[in-house]
């Protein structure tokens, strides 16, 4: 995966090449759609689908020009959104048993086809019938390729860590224990879910408890719908996405409250206020705790307490007053020069599942604190970015954090 980093790194010719005029009208459809004939539960309707609700709903829609412009409860770069989440429900008592799509545009839990004796967990290596929620999460690479290019690679795999990190989020909240599952073949479920070469399962998570009775596989493959309305995608990203392992790996620990996940938004400018005492040991502590396979560098921009420089592990590398620098670093995103602290993610590998890991501790911060306002940043020069911090580690991502 690794030369994938390089064919995917930023570089000004990168920038100057796509970051030019873009058509938003012709930006592909953000949510998938199923029939309406199919039949559906309203979010609300059924209390033990709540803290899915709460992990990928809508929570601003704002009218620009022609366009409903909406934002979730998850960030996603560019707005793009090239997800989509699905479970599998069985002996919940009052639910259909079967496999519903989350329509966070529709606020509905699509009905795609009930189960009984048969279900996804052959197709998942399980022999038995797993009683609760199984969630999957997959990519729709051509939403992010549109505006991106093949950096969209990137985007989906961190806006899917995002997503996984929301999932833990409300579960906690809800006190619904989760486990990661990852034995299994993708294509051949891809296959059984109805995705074809346009989306692809990058993670599921199980709320079920595994029961002795015998699953039989499922009767036949869910109905296929495009998840966009057009695609124009040579589908070089959607052959390499679909080579990729799942999430194997559990993620962080997140503890929040049910405002937070609501209010959740990513910060767009800072003022330029200090942080309260100890908040930046805070989460510097969180940054070097318990994230291996992942390596925090912090960035201060220094105020009476906190000596400005680059700092690992809570520990001062280099003193110095590099917002000017890292603002050129981060393709020019001069707010962040107001911002009091700079989070670099890196890892000594390059893959899908670091990139999710990434985006989910960085959904961590932002979730666990009111005090301060943060941004995820996917724009970055990769390899000036490595210089600057003196590191071979790959750069996964970045996050602003201020007031
Ligand atoms: C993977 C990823 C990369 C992002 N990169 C940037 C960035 O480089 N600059 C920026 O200002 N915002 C960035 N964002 C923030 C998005 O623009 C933001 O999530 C989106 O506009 C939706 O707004 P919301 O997070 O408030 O819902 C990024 C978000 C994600 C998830």
Known sequence: MHTQYEKTSL?????????GYIDWNTQPSIFKQYPSFLFSYSFGEIEEFHFLELSRMITSKEQ???????????????????????????????????????????SKFVLLQEIEEDGLEGELGLSCKFEGIIAIVSCVPFRSEWKYGVRALRYCYL???????????????????????????????NFAIGLKDEETVCAVISFAKETE??????????????????????????????????????????????????????????ENVPFKNGEIERIMHTLTKDVYPLVCYSILFGDEKNEAGIYLNSKLLQKGEYKD???????????????????????????????????????????????????????????????????????????????
């Open 11 to 19: 570089t000004k010719k990168e920038v100057a090449t796509f970051g």
């Open 64 to 106: 620009i020009l022609t366009k409903l412009y909406y934002k979730l409860s998850t960030p996603s770069a560019g707005n793009l959104h090239p997800l989509e989440l699905y479970i599998q429900v069985r002996g919940i008592k009052g639910v259909i048993s079967g496999i519903y799509h989350v329509d966070a545009k529709m």
């Open 159 to 189: 806006d899917a860590g995002h997503q996984i990190a929301a999932i833990q989020a409300s579960a906690t909240i809800y006190q619904k224990e989760m486990t990661i599952l990852s034995e299994f073949d993708v294509k051949s479920f």
């Open 213 to 270: 009775k015998k699953v039989k596989p499922l009767k036949k493959p869910l109905l296929h719908v495009s998840p966009t309305d057009y695609s124009d995608s040579n589908g070089d990203l959607f052959e390499v996405l679909q080579k990729q392992p799942v999430l194997k790996s559990e993620i962080f620990p997140i503890n929040t409250t049910k405002e937070q996940i609501l209010q959740r938004r990513s910060a767009r400018k800072f």
């Open 325 to 403: 620098r890292l603002a050129g670093i981060l393709v020019d995103q001069l707010f962040i020069k107001n911002a009091q602290m700079i989070v670099v993610v890196t890892s000594k590998h390059f893959s899908a599942e670091k990139l999710m890991l990434a985006g989910a501790l960085v959904h961590k911060i932002a979730l666990e604190s009111s005090e301060f306002k943060s941004t995820g940043i996917g724009a970055f020069y990769d390899k000036k970015l490595q210089d600057f911090l003196g590191t071979e580690n790959y750069i996964l991502y970045v996050c602003a954090l201020g007031k």
